[in-house]
């Protein structure tokens, strides 16, 4: 039985269960066992049975018998199956080597697995020990193994690095590669490669006893003709091949999928999808046993939510029955083929005292960018985007045009400008010239004339700025009444000489009154008295 197990999300769950306590949460727990599957506790002598439903632990060591496999189901929805025949050791499961940088290990003693493990984050490392070799994984599907003294592995997707103890260069494979080896590594093109029932006749060429490379790699194209023979056979499909080499670099000029195909049957078909946006009409147009190509053309890009795909699906159906090939894709999010949404940029608010404006970014969701930020034309910051979200910036005393700029990958971009003022709050006062109370002596005047004293109020405001763009409002009142009030734009100078009409034998009382834009008030007075 064939099934696409991930082994990755179990050996990350079961890092966090202590060796020694059986209390410690589960890291997966059986879905099926199938004939003798046995697991033996850390530190613990005696091997006992595994069945349906059991929980599973960090080094945990775990076996099966002839014909007998296991499919551990994670807490993530992930599954990992154990072949017949194999002991694996869960070593050891995301063991922090420094900060945000996790290592996961795996021990093959015997036998083969599956498994599906996702890519891993930067500088983390997943794992897997055979007797002679080290495999390290960057997100793949397939199969690893070994009996006796070869190691063997073998992609359907992704890439794996394989090392030998007793020395030598690192050989990566990738997706449609098998490799094995003792002494040296031998990697094959197969289209077979990753699945789970060819893993059998792999182990099986390999366990023969044969020392011959040449002829292992013989028996092994034999065994993976055979095997896509049957696979055909079964499906009651005549097959089809894809031509296109995988992985595939997307960019402007999209994604191209070409093959060829035999079909028998009329109600025979064959689709290509990508993620859960796009699948194509049936591309097969003739049954008739001959050999026939395909290609099929697919947008990808933000615009219909394919950009953030890592695979597209080949798969041919029949009587039910689908058969599948997977092609990797690289989309390079710097084509604006792929990005054409632009970022947008937008102003929120702004506190003119707090000296601080608020804006958001959107659309970059899954995309990458940079903000730059400038004022009256000189850039005063930059910062890199990954994700929608709010910045605040922190504006200079004055008023100044501020620009904000935001592009993506794809050199897309987006901008608004504003004028905004800073006014911090700080203390100022106001000068009046001359004393605070002034008694002038004033002679009447001749019988028959107007009796009219004019005097000129003097004064200055001191703001620390020395600027009257930062003043809101200067009011003048005369015994409660306002003679002069100006705002805003009207304030053109810090200077004032104000005419003011007296009247004899009282006290003329000026307040003046001066507000910042930041809020704050200064206060004076001035008494002119005339006797």
Not at 94 to 109: P, S
Not at 137 to 158: K, M, P, Q
Not at 251 to 264: M, P, R
Not at 368 to 386: D, Q
Request: net charge positive.
């Amino acid at each position: 039985m064939q099934r696409s197990i991930s082994l990755c999300s179990l050996f990350l769950l079961l890092l966090f269960v202590p060796q020694t306590a059986m209390s410690a949460p589960a890291a997966g727990k059986v879905r099926s066992a199938l004939g003798i599957v046995e697991r033996q506790k850390v530190k613990k002598k005696d091997w006992t049975r595994l069945s349906t439903n059991m929980n599973v632990y960090q080094s945990d060591r775990v076996r099966t018998g002839l014909e007998s496999q296991v499919v551990v189901g994670l807490t993530d929805g992930s599954l990992i199956t154990i072949a017949e025949n194999a002991e694996v050791e869960l070593a050891s499961l995301l063991e922090e080597t420094e900060k945000g940088a996790f290592r996961t290990r795996v021990d093959v003693k015997k036998g083969f697995i599956n498994f599906a493990v996702e890519k891993q984050a930067p500088k983390s490392t997943f794992e897997f020990k055979t007797v002679n070799a080290t495999a390290a994984i960057r997100g793949t599907n397939g199969f690893i193994g070994s009996d006796g003294e070869t190691v063997y592995a073998s992609l359907a997707t992704g890439k794996l690095d394989v090392k030998l103890d007793k020395g030598g260069e690192t050989v990566p494979i990738v997706a449609g590669e098998t490799i094995f080896g003792n002494e040296n590594l031998v990697t094959m093109k197969l289209a077979s490669s990753g699945k789970t029932k060819f893993a059998k006749e792999v182990r099986k060429i390999l366990s023969s006893g044969e020392k011959d490379v040449e002829k292992l790699k013989r028996r092994i194209e034999q065994a993976d003709s055979a095997f896509q023979v049957e696979e055909m056979s079964n499906s009651g499909m005549s097959g089809f091949n894809i031509t296109t080499s995988s992985p595939v670099e997307v960019c402007d000029e999209g994604l191209t999928i070409e093959g060829t195909y035999v079909a028998k049957n009329s109600g025979d078909a064959l689709v290509i999808s990508v993620g859960k946006e796009f699948t194509s009409e049936n591309l097969m147009r003739v049954a008739d046993g001959g050999e026939h190509s395909f290609s099929q053309k697919i947008s990808i890009s933000d615009a219909n939510n394919l950009w953030n795909e890592k695979e597209a699906k080949v798969s041919m159906i029949s009587d039910g029955v689908e058969s599948s090939k997977i092609i990797e894709l690289h989309v390079n999010k710097g084509c604006q083929g792929v990005n054409k949404t632009p970022p947008s940029i937008k102003f929120l608010s702004y506190d003119s005292i707090g000296c601080q404006m608020n804006l958001s970014v959107g659309d970059m969701q899954n995309d990458a960018g940079i903000l730059v930020a400038s004022k009256n034309g000189a850039s005063f910051a930059e910062e890199v985007l990954t994700r929608n979200e709010q910045k605040r910036f922190k504006l200079d005393p004055g008023v100044y045009t501020y620009e904000f700029v935001v592009s993506d990958q794809a050199k897309n971009k987006a901008s608004f400008k504003k004028s905004l003022g800073c006014y911090p709050m700080k203390r100022f006062n106001i000068e009046v010239y001359g004393k605070a109370h002034e008694i002038l002596k004033i002679p009447p005047p001749p019988v028959g004339m107007q009796d009219k004293i004019v005097k000129t109020l003097q004064f200055k405001v001191k703001n620390p700025e020395n600027d009257p763009v930062f003043l809101h409002k200067v009011t003048v009142k005369q015994n409660g009444k306002v003679i002069l009030q100006e705002t805003l734009n009207q304030i053109q100078s810090l200077d004032y000489d104000v005419p003011v009409d007296l009247v004899r034998r009282a006290q003329n009382k000026f307040d003046i009154e001066v507000i910042h834009k930041s809020g704050f008030k200064a206060k004076a007075q001035k008494i002119f008295e005339v006797n």
